[in-house]
């Protein structure tokens, strides 16, 4: 009877959902504090922009733009209106109306010259200078449920690659003008779903789609931190998780309703008498049985599926991992046939690439999905602990920008690891091959250097564990089939605890030319020496040469030296690289430069940390401090010079 009631509760709960008055719901607006006065003529655009939008929204659009010309170009209206992908075309249209009119008659907003209001169906924006096919996250709004998730870590983890995962769907759509706009499942537990939804304005490019979401989904850990709920809105894009679902299927399958019931007629010989079953009678027998009947159906799966979930959730309580909570390795075993099969023992034909520690494959599983496998060599410097290391921190974390490890094999000496297959290698093969750095424009290039330092900023803050990763190179950057960037390569790794900030060893490890200078004289490392690693990266990306080789040039001892030589002569776009001088924006190159000096200056207190990092790349807003002088870098072709410490290669760079 109790499954009866829920059952009638849960139908009639959506029958009420969908019957109710579908109103507009307000969340925020934002106006600029430069205004107009209510007889301007730029007031007056913006009443024609207002009844444009309005007027277009009925035209079953969910996303528009328009231009209200002027005789005076700064008075020259632009605006959009954008509705929540899911949202009906009358939705739509009524939450534009209502948006529009709270924008000409607010006191706050009515007389601004830009401003953008968010409904929870859609988003109104307006400006006196042109916004369209442009990223903007600023200003940034936040709502967040009150109440909190229990397993913070491992929920966060799970949102973390969820949201991502919604982003890229929503980016995939790579045309402009198509909607982008994608919604996610994931299982939290027997009884508990992740719902998340990622959308930008459609006149975004694939690429500028992504690098807006990216920047929403990294306030997740600063505004959301372990609440049930939340969403971050900026002008372009938006993102928001729930428990529940609070998104509508835009393509519901139809719920297949009772087959009607079909009565013959009856032939009765006794018209005049009372005794034969009248047509109306049938049908009134009929059909209560064959409605109870379904009824019976539904209960009877009703409470199958209910003990299902019984039986589910009480195995789970037995084991307390969740789906997503990877505390055990044994899981991601793979058996040494299964990897010599994928890639036909190991064939020359299928070699990736080699390292110091081993060497690197390509492989197809009988499911037809592409590997990386990573067969560590048996004399390699990675031992048993080393490869153990590796194992249990790759495999807990999950970043759009990481290397993700699909599992391992460690069998008959063999130790193996096994790595999502990226198309394009590493970014050294591209970026310092004479031919194929043309393939690297600079809006790749600047995509690259952003992805790079969101991933560290990862490791370094925003996973459940704080990580030095020691060895960030060109050669440990793999680039995807889109040129993004995935940090791989964690067998140098150090894991800190919660309050740690620095470490000492009398075991140098890493690559000569990227390490920091205390760590490469001292041992001393902390998330500052992946700092000053970033540092040379972001020099290396933007001049296309090769640190560790730069000496033979004869310009400087190193490319930071010379960089900082040309920072000085006042000629820094010097140092971009002649392949891509006709494709590079000076402001941005320029911008890069100086985040890469900060990044290599000698002090480390003085070396900006990747959060600060992540919002000098996003917002050029933000006032960089000057840089001083990078740290004296020694040469490997002065070998005589060197400190008497152990440095361990982990290529032959």
Request: proline content about 4%; some cysteine; overall charge neutral.
């Amino acid at each position: 009877m109790n499954s009866f009631n829920l059952l009638f509760l849960f139908i009639f709960l959506i029958i009420n959902s969908t019957t109710q008055a579908q109103n507009p719901t307000y969340l925020f607006q934002f106006c600029t504090k430069n205004q107009t006065n209510s007889n301007s003529l730029y007031h007056s655009t913006l009443k024609t922009l207002f009844s444009s939008l309005s007027s277009n929204a009925t035209n079953n659009n969910e996303f528009y733009t328009t231009t209200i010309p002027s005789k005076t170009p700064s008075n020259t209206a632009y605006g959009l209106f954008m509705c929540r992908g899911d949202v009906s075309s009358p939705l739509c249209q009524q939450c534009v109306a209502n948006a529009t009119q709270k924008l000409s008659t607010d006191t706050d907003c009515s007389s601004s010259k830009q401003a953008v209001i968010w409904y929870d169906e859609c988003m109104v924006r307006y400006s006196n200078t042109s916004f369209f096919s442009t990223v903007t996250t600023s200003p940034a709004f936040y709502l967040v449920s009150t109440a909190n998730i229990t397993n913070q870590e491992s929920f966060m983890s799970l949102l973390s690659v969820t949201m991502n995962e919604s982003a890229d769907k929503a980016a995939a759509n790579s045309s402009v003008g198509t909607k982008k706009y994608a919604t996610k499942e994931a299982r939290i537990s027997g009884f508990q779903t992740l719902y998340s939804m990622a959308q930008c304005t459609d006149d975004l490019s694939s690429q500028d789609c992504s690098t807006c979401l990216s920047v929403a989904i990294a306030n997740l850990p600063q505004c959301c931190n372990g609440k049930t709920g939340g969403r971050v809105l900026v002008p372009s894009c938006n993102i928001r998780y729930e428990l529940y679902p609070f998104y509508r299927n835009i393509a519901p399958s139809p719920v297949p309703s009772a087959p009607p019931v079909i009565v013959p007629p009856t032939t009765n010989s006794n018209l005049g008498g009372s005794s034969g079953i009248s047509s109306g009678t049938i049908v009134a027998i009929v059909v209560p049985i064959t409605v109870a009947a379904l009824l019976f159906i539904i209960g009877i799966c009703f409470l199958c599926i209910r003990g299902w979930k019984k039986k589910h959730d009480s195995a789970a309580a037995q084991d307390p991992k969740t789906e997503t909570d990877i505390t055990t390795v044994e899981s991601l075993r793979f058996d040494l046939s299964t990897l010599e099969e994928a890639t036909n023992k190991f064939s020359e034909a299928n070699k990736l690439g080699e390292g110091g520690f081993g060497e690197v494959y390509k492989g197809v599983l009988l499911s037809g999905q592409q590997i990386a496998v990573k067969r560590l060599s048996k004399h390699s410097g990675q031992g048993g602990e080393q490869f153990k290391n590796e194992v249990e921190l790759v495999a807990q974390l999950q970043h759009r920008n990481l290397a993700r490890l699909l599992g391992f094999c460690l069998e008959r000496e063999e130790k193996i690891l096994v790595y999502e297959f990226v198309a394009n290698k590493s970014l050294d093969y591209i970026l310092f091959d004479p031919e194929k750095q043309r393939l690297l424009y600079w809006t790749r290039r600047y995509k690259i250097i952003g992805g790079i330092a969101r991933g560290i900023q990862y490791l370094h803050e925003d996973s459940r564990l704080k990580i030095i990763h020691r060895d960030l190179k060109a050669s440990n950057i793999l680039l995807d089939g889109d040129m993004n960037p995935k940090i791989s390569d964690f067998g140098m790794a150090k894991l800190f605890g919660v309050d740690q900030t620095k470490g000492n060893t009398s075991r140098i490890v890493g690559t000569y030319g990227y390490m920091s200078p205390e760590y490469a004289m001292h041992g001393d490392f902390s998330s500052k020496s992946d700092v000053y690693s970033f540092g040379v990266l972001i020099m290396e990306i933007i001049s296309g040469k090769k640190n560790s080789s730069f000496y033979e040039t004869g310009a400087a001892e190193d490319l930071a030296s010379y960089a900082w030589k040309l920072w000085n002569n006042g000629t820094p776009l010097e140092l971009v690289d002649h392949t891509i001088r006709e494709s590079y924006t000076p402001n941005e190159a320029i911008r890069c430069i100086h985040i890469g000096l900060l990044c290599v200056q000698e002090d480390p207190d003085d070396r900006p940390t990747m959060p600060t990092i992540v919002l000098m790349l996003d917002s050029h807003t933000v006032t960089l401090p000057v840089p001083k002088q990078p740290a004296f870098f020694l040469q490997s072709g002065a070998d005589q010079q060197m400190p008497t410490i152990q440095i361990s290669q982990s290529d032959n760079n």
